[in-house]
Antibody, heavy 129, light 108 residues
Framework: QVQLVQSGTEVKKPGSSVKVSCKAS????????VSWVRQAPGQGLEWMGG????????NYAQKFQGRVTITTDGSTSTAYMELSSLRSEDTAMYYC??????????????????????WGQGTTVTVSS | SSELTQDPAVSVALGQTVRITCQGD??????ASWYQQKPGQAPILVIY???NRPSGIPDRFSGSSSGNTASLTITGTQAEDEADYYC???????????FGGGTKLTVL
């Protein structure tokens, strides 16, 4: 069973960048997409963006467009999320998760499904002067 | 703001049945998935697709959908089910992902 292991706690100054890693253990990332999700203290889950490693294609939430870059290294089965121009509001827990896209068909009718079936343990990023 | 709408809080008596709902346009073309998150822990997937449970998820958790509304039902709620529950799906374009704002479940 694949596990996602994230890098450790980060403390950053406003205006700087942070790069968080997410390594697949017990499997590879190549056959699934990877999403990054963040959770500010006391708040809900927020999708930042995702990547499909086999194609190298990325999609980013409009809120983070221009500030976030998601990449993968197939040789190490590791995904990365880099967030730039950090501000205090970026203080949050950052999670990676494996995407599973599919379709379920019943009686000739098909519906898309999507889930994040494996999550990393989370990386705390604190932005403070 | 979330494109999927959830009630912020729901309570249920121990052993009773509770339903948590999630509404949004994307649910007309995508099934919702449901996640349980306990304090200080990463979310875990509890329901995906029409009504599928990952290995290790108790069968008291079930899912359903109708139109633009998805529901997570917990039958015979246990104390350990007290948690935040989130729904998500791809958006209507299929390229992005949307989350509901989360529902805090209290077991009385």
């Amino acid at each position: 069973q694949v596990q996602l292991v994230q890098s450790g706690t980060e403390v950053k100054k406003p205006g700087s960048s942070v790069k968080v890693s997410c390594k697949a253990s017990g499997g590879t990332l190549s056959s699934h997409g990877v999403s990054w999700v963040r959770q500010a203290p006391g708040q809900g889950l927020e999708w930042m963006g995702g990547i499909i490693p086999i194609f190298g294609t990325t999609n980013y939430a409009q809120k983070f467009q221009g500030r976030v870059t998601i990449t993968t290294d197939g040789s190490t089965s590791t995904a990365y999320m880099e967030l730039s121009s950090l501000r205090s509001e970026d203080t949050a827990m950052y999670y990676c998760a494996r995407d599973v896209d599919g379709m379920e068909c019943t009686g000739g009718s098909c519906v898309n499904n999507y889930a994040m079936d494996v999550w990393g343990q989370g990386t705390t990023v604190t932005v403070s002067s | 703001s979330s494109e999927l709408t959830q009630d912020p809080a729901v309570s249920v008596a121990l052993g009773q049945t509770v339903r948590i709902t999630c509404q949004g346009d994307s649910l007309r073309t995508f099934y919702a998935s449901w996640y349980q998150q306990k304090p200080g822990q990463a979310p875990i997937l509890v329901i995906y697709g029409k009504n599928n449970r990952p290995s290790g998820i108790p069968d008291r958790f079930s899912g359903s959908s109708s139109g633009n509304t998805a529901s997570l039902t917990i039958t015979g709620t246990q104390a350990e089910d007290e948690a935040d529950y989130y729904c998500n799906s791809r958006d209507s374009s299929g390229n992005h992902v949307v989350f509901g704002g989360g529902t805090k479940l209290t077991v009385l």
